[in-house]
């Protein structure tokens, strides 16, 4: 073990720092890296690892650490972190001591709009304050939600002079290796410069019909008199290879029956210390319409047989959920392949892509194509994704590839402060990187380069919503097809354009013909957003409107299987009380039919309904459903220790039921103190709203308000 600092730090000065990383969708993963990069650059012995890598860098003798976490799920924490959590509890188990060797600072992301902002981070900090370690900076919180710049390029302005302190920092050129460069500022912002962008989308080729356009108001730039506070260029870490189409490890055709990337082989084979986990091809059986035709949303119930994974059988419940490893749009892929000048020839012909030398990383997505080629199609319609958001740094590196200066100073402004109301349009048009890279015509970027400035391409989950049961072999899940229009005011402003957008997963789950296989895996179930086992006689209370009903179907049909077998008559087991909402009793109440049934039967003991577009007097959102069933939902959380579950949509629904939540338990307080410790307002006798958001916090940790949400 190295020698302890003393608790300020400062007086120990480390010859290494480690920057470390959890990341669910890759913002992490990019910030992380590039704060490596830039810490090399200023003269640290710098190296960069992922969390589950812990045995491999040797996090027990690290004595530097930044690290750069998200939040996923209910604030949980990414996947790729997983093992990394189990040794740090392992290790900080009733020791106080276990990391006094350890500085570190923290980067949190996450997004306010989720009830536990940034709970990663702020997990990782009181568990390695408690287990001894010293902050050698201050955590550092930034929101998705507004855009994470803000606090992100301020807090790693702050981190070098607290790192020098702390680590050696052999001399070298740092303002070179500044945050925004001096070539970022522009020479001339003329007028001409400014105005109106709207790329008209009228040509009829493949690839135009793949783009959308974007108008962005850029009259903003005219005042100015340079562009500044840019951030800093991504290095160029990619060199594309190409490779022999006759080598032997280029992937073989896949099968006709086959929608997966070419290399899943690669992915099932990986070690999974969970082999449950390990990705599976399963088939599609049937996909069947839940919602009305004339329903708003598009509902499709999908069935998959897991014949042949045996490695999954017997291993999940109702409840859990899956990932969906999808392609990206091919059309979108032609199109961008198409706008790169890459002739078919080229984007179908294997290439290796490599590190442009020893000392730096390639994104975790692409490291594979190193020893493993595939064609640039593939990598692009698998490996990363071109429909992500935008980040400022990708903008700001697109920029050096602009043949006019009117698309590099164009591309400057939306990366730096100044044009951040800009910026926040081009979020809201939600561009897909085709869309982009036609908005500024004259920007060409080497494939190479554009495919390590884009995001890896996520799977998709699902909940699953049957239960197992001796013969099923198939998981049944629910979703709405994503397709919407984003409006946009039109160039003489007086006209709305529409922005048609499309998700990634759900349009190609839709088209799918029935014996297709696909990649799938189940995922590790964190929350344990799960039936009580056994003996438990807790009363379950459900809340899911909409798709959020999935996990709870595959609840109800395992209580149904339950009461069948042990001959146990319905009125003996706990009570299990559904909410349910949706836009119209006639168009989109999924799985009506069941629920109702199950509700004759006694299977499901209570049934409480909204339906926000039938303007009938009833309540609008299950949040006012709750409300009008307040003491009685109070007193079964607080006298028959209920668990109480929500699944759906975590922006909207989750956060005010939340807030509905601490709304009504502050009211139930002041008609029963009896149930409270503390009291805050002497006067009126009742929960203040932060401690109502206590209890509520309380009994998440406590397992007993579960909650499974998604973006
Ligand atoms: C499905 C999903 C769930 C999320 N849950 C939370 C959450 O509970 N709390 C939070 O602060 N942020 C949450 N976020 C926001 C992410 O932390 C944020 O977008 C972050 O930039 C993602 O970084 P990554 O790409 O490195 O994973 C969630 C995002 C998604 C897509």
Redesign the pocket.
């Known amino acids: 073990m190295p020698n302890a600092s003393d608790s300020s730090g400062a007086d120990f000065v480390d010859s290494q720092v480690t920057f470390l990383?959890?990341?669910?969708?890759?913002?992490?993963?990019?910030?992380s890296y590039n704060m490596y990069e830039e810490a090399a650059k200023r003269g640290f012995n710098a190296r960069w690892h992922v969390l589950d890598d812990h045995e491999k860098f040797g996090f027990n003798e690290v004595q530097t650490a930044v690290f750069?976490?998200?939040?996923?799920?209910?604030?949980?924490p990414?996947d790729n972190s997983a093992r990394f959590w189990r040794i740090l509890r392992k290790a900080t188990r009733g020791k106080s001591t276990a990391y006094s060797h350890l500085r570190y600072a923290i980067l949190?992301?996450?997004?306010?709009?989720?009830?536990?902002?940034?709970?990663?981070a702020q997990r990782l900090d009181k568990q390695l304050l408690e287990a001894g370690a010293t902050a050698f900076y201050p955590k550092g919180?930034?929101?998705?939600?507004t855009g994470?710049e803000e606090v992100v390029e301020s807090w790693i302005e702050g981190l070098w002079p607290a790192l020098a302190r702390v680590a050696q920092c052999a001399p070298c050129e740092v303002a070179e290796a500044s945050g925004s460069s001096k070539a970022d500022v522009v020479s001339a912002v003329s007028a001409g410069l400014a105005g109106l962008a709207l790329d008209s989308n009228t040509s009829t080729s493949s690839s135009s019909s793949a783009h959308q356009p974007l108008v962005l108001d850029f009259r903003a730039m005219e005042s100015l008199k340079a562009i500044t506070g840019t951030p800093r260029v991504p290095s160029a870490v990619c060199e594309m290879v190409s490779v022999d189409g006759s080598a032997e490890n280029t992937a073989p055709p896949l099968a006709k029956d086959l929608t997966c990337p070419p290399w899943y082989a690669a992915l099932t084979d990986d070690s999974w210390d969970d082999t449950s986990l390990a990705p599976f091809l399963a088939t599609l059986q049937s996909t069947t319409q839940l919602t009305s035709p004339e329903a708003l949303k598009r509902t499709l119930l999908v069935e998959l047989s897991l014949s042949g994974a045996d490695h999954v059988r017997g291993s999940w419940q109702a409840g859990d959920s899956f990932n969906i490893y999808a392609p990206n749009d091919e059309v979108l892929v032609r199109g961008l392949l198409e706008r790169l000048a890459v002739s078919a020839g080229e984007a179908h012909r294997p290439v290796a892509l490599q590190k442009r030398d020893a000392a730096i990383e390639l994104p975790t997505h692409l490291a594979r194509f190193a020893s493993a080629p595939a064609s640039l199609f593939d990598i692009l319609l698998w490996a990363c994704d071109v429909c992500a958001a935008p980040r400022k740094q990708t903008l700001r590196a697109l920029a050096d590839h602009c043949a006019e200066v009117i698309d590099r100073d164009r591309l400057l402004f939306l990366s730096s402060r100044q044009g951040v109301a800009v910026f926040d349009e081009l979020r809201r048009q939600a561009p897909t990187t085709l869309d982009l890279l036609h908005a500024f015509p004259s920007c060409h970027p080497p494939v190479e380069r554009l495919l390590e400035l884009l995001?890896p391409l996520?799977p998709r989950?699902y909940s699953i919503c049957n239960a197992p049961t001796a013969t099923t072999d198939s998981w049944r899940f629910a979703f709405n097809v994503v397709e919407y229009c984003i409006q946009v005011e039109g160039p003489d402003a007086s006209s709305m354009l529409p922005l048609r957008r499309r998700g990634v997963c759900t349009p190609w789950l839709e088209r799918l013909p029935c014996a297709q296989r696909i990649l799938v895996a189940k995922r590790r179930n964190v929350s344990e957003f799960r039936m009580p086992a056994g003996p438990d006689q807790r009363p379950i209370i459900m809340v899911g409107p909409g798709t959020g009903v999935a996990p709870f179907i595959g609840f109800l049909e395992q209580r149904a299987q339950h009461l069948a077998t042990a001959g146990v008559s319905p009125e003996a087991a706990p009570l299990m009380w559904l909410f349910f909402g949706c836009r119209s009793r006639q168009h989109d109440f999924l799985f009506s039919t069941q629920i109702e049934q199950w509700q004759s039967e006694g299977v499901l003991s209570r049934l409480s309904t909204c339906f926000s577009r039938d303007s009938l007097g009833g309540p609008k959102y299950v949040q006012h459903a709750m409300a009008q069933h307040e003491d009685e939902l109070m007193d079964l959380l607080l006298t028959q220790n209920a668990l109480l579950f929500v699944c759906g949509d975590?922006k909207g629904m989750g956060k005010d039921v939340n807030d509905a939540l601490a709304d009504m338990l502050c009211r139930y307080s002041s008609k029963h103190p009896e149930y409270f410790d503390v009291l805050a307002d002497v006067d009126t006798k009742q929960l203040s709203k932060v401690q109502a958001l206590q209890v509520l916090m309380r009994w998440s940790t406590e397992r007993r308000y579960l909650r499974d949400?998604?973006?």
């Open positions: 990383y959890a990341s669910q969708t890759g913002n992490a993963e990019s910030i750069v976490v998200s939040t996923t799920g209910d604030g949980d990414p949190g992301l996450g997004d306010t709009n989720y009830s536990n902002f940034c709970n990663t919180l930034a929101d998705d939600g994470l995001p996520a989950s975590a949400l998604w973006a």
